[in-house]
Nanobody, 121 residues
Framework: QVQLVESGGGLVQAGGSLRLSCAAS????????MGWFRQAPGKEREFVAA????????YYADSVKDRFTISRGNAKNTVYLQMNSLKPEDTAVYYC??????????????WGQGTQVTVSS
């Protein structure tokens, strides 16, 4: 079992930055690939970024490439999403997820409760 708790969301102006954190419980965190997803009001949940268990391979959605960076600190059981040059269309609830497979789809086994990110124009 893996429990995930996101933090770091908030309100920011367009062009600003935020760093989301996802703290994971469990001694086997380092075995899991981690992903970030988001869901805007009235829209389906979508993939944002993923990182493999060792941190040396990442995936990004085209919409966030070159603006967002996913990283992980296995010693701290934490995964991060650094978000720069934020746009109003980045407004959503952001979720982290964990799975033994390195995925860009929604088929992750474990999910956090989400953190709200609001970008004002």
């Amino acid at each position: 079992q893996v429990q995930l708790v996101e933090s770091g969301g908030g309100l920011v102006q367009a062009g600003g930055s935020l760093r989301l954190s996802c703290a994971a419980s469990g001694r086997t965190f380092r075995h899991y690939a981690m992903g970030w997803f988001r869901q805007a009001p009235g829209k389906e949940r979508e993939f944002v970024a993923a990182i493999n268990w060792s941190g040396d391979s990442t995936y990004y959605a085209d919409s966030v490439k070159d603006r967002f960076t996913i990283s992980r600190g296995n010693a701290k059981n934490t995964v991060y999403l650094q978000m720069n040059s934020l746009k109003p269309e980045d407004t959503a609830v952001y979720y982290c997820a964990a799975d033994l497979s390195f995925l860009r789809t929604l088929e992750y086994d474990y999910w956090g409760q989400g953190t709200q990110v609001t970008v004002s124009s």
